[in-house]
């Protein structure tokens, strides 16, 4: 069976055909890096529709070319919106940080939400966990800031062949899916950051390399969760 037959959804042809012109241009022109939308494009803002095999057979091609574009960035989660595609798709990867790394960045290899959602896992007496670190976002090129999050999430939505998806993820893949699923809800990072932390990329590696926020909390000024 082929993916749109697993999805019972229809092609969409001229939306396929969007996508296959923009992919021809990525991938004799740019090595099949796509152009990053920035902030301030409206489909950053709009809610994606959910993918039902709008896509047919370029929905592989379009994947590859999100995660060429993703290496490419670097960053380790893109979502589809990002590149101007309003469908709800994302693809996330990193090779993760050193064990005593405190936002618990353990590597999360090469992987593709479709229609993904979480919810908050609470932590082990049914209390709340959230966690605040700096993050950032390709499509708001040259700045970070602080986000409080779930420090645990139940993801459930469908991979790449649409299979389901249920499980947990902790510490910074679990970042990765709040941010990129957000991003299918038409939400940016800046929505739900503590605006006194922004900074700068150059003031980031300069100032605040050190993956524990409270030093810039206390310079800055903004509360931590
Ligand atoms: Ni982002």
Same mark, same amino acid.
């Given at each position: 069976m &082929? *993916?749109?037959?697993r999805?019972?959804?229809?092609v969409d042809p001229?939306?396929?055909?969007a996508?296959?012109d923009?992919?021809?241009?990525?991938?004799?022109?740019?090595?099949g890096?796509?152009?990053?939308?920035?902030?301030?494009?409206?489909v950053l803002r709009?809610?994606a529709?959910?993918?039902?095999?709008?896509?047919?057979?370029?929905?592989?091609?379009?994947?590859?070319?999100?995660?060429?574009?993703?290496?490419?960035?670097?960053?380790?989660?893109?979502?589809?919106?990002?590149?101007?595609i309003?469908?709800?798709l $994302?693809?996330?990867?990193?090779?993760?940080?050193?064990?005593?790394?405190?936002?618990?960045r353990?590597p999360?290899?090469?992987?593709?939400?479709?229609?993904? *959602?979480y919810?908050?896992?609470?932590g082990p007496?049914?209390?709340?966990e959230?966690?605040?670190?700096?993050?950032?976002?390709?499509?708001?090129?040259?700045?970070?800031?602080?986000?409080?999050?779930?420090?645990?999430?139940?993801? &459930?939505?469908?991979?790449?062949?649409?299979?389901?998806?249920?499980?947990?993820? &902790?510490?910074?893949?679990?970042?990765?899916?709040?941010?990129? &699923?957000d991003?299918?809800?038409?939400?940016?990072y800046?929505?739900? $950051?503590e605006?006194?932390?922004?900074?700068s990329n150059?003031?980031l590696?300069?100032r605040?390399?050190?993956?524990?926020? *409270? $030093?810039?909390?206390?310079?800055?000024?903004?509360?931590?969760a």
């Amino acid at each position: 069976m &082929t *993916r749109a037959d697993r999805r019972g959804g229809a092609v969409d042809p001229a939306l396929r055909d969007a996508v296959r012109d923009l992919l021809e241009v990525a991938e004799s022109q740019r090595d099949g890096v796509l152009p990053i939308v920035q902030a301030g494009d409206p489909v950053l803002r709009r809610r994606a529709v959910a993918y039902t095999g709008q896509l047919g057979d370029e929905l592989g091609r379009l994947l590859e070319s999100m995660r060429r574009t993703m290496h490419a960035a670097p960053g380790v989660g893109l979502a589809a919106p990002q590149v101007g595609i309003p469908l709800a798709l $994302a693809v996330m990867e990193d090779a993760g940080a050193p064990d005593d790394d405190p936002r618990e960045r353990t590597p999360l290899p090469y992987r593709v939400l479709v229609n993904p *959602r979480y919810e908050g896992v609470p932590g082990p007496h049914g209390e709340p966990e959230r966690v605040a670190f700096y993050e950032g976002c390709l499509s708001v090129h040259g700045w970070q800031a602080v986000v409080a999050r779930h420090r645990a999430v139940r993801l &459930t939505g469908q991979d790449e062949t649409g299979a389901a998806i249920d499980e947990v993820l &902790t510490g910074w893949p679990a970042r990765i899916v709040q941010h990129e &699923t957000d991003h299918l809800a038409g939400e940016l990072y800046l929505d739900h $950051a503590e605006t006194r932390s922004l900074t700068s990329n150059d003031n980031l590696a300069r100032r605040w390399a050190d993956p524990d926020p *409270r $030093a810039a909390a206390e310079a800055l000024g903004f509360p931590l969760a």
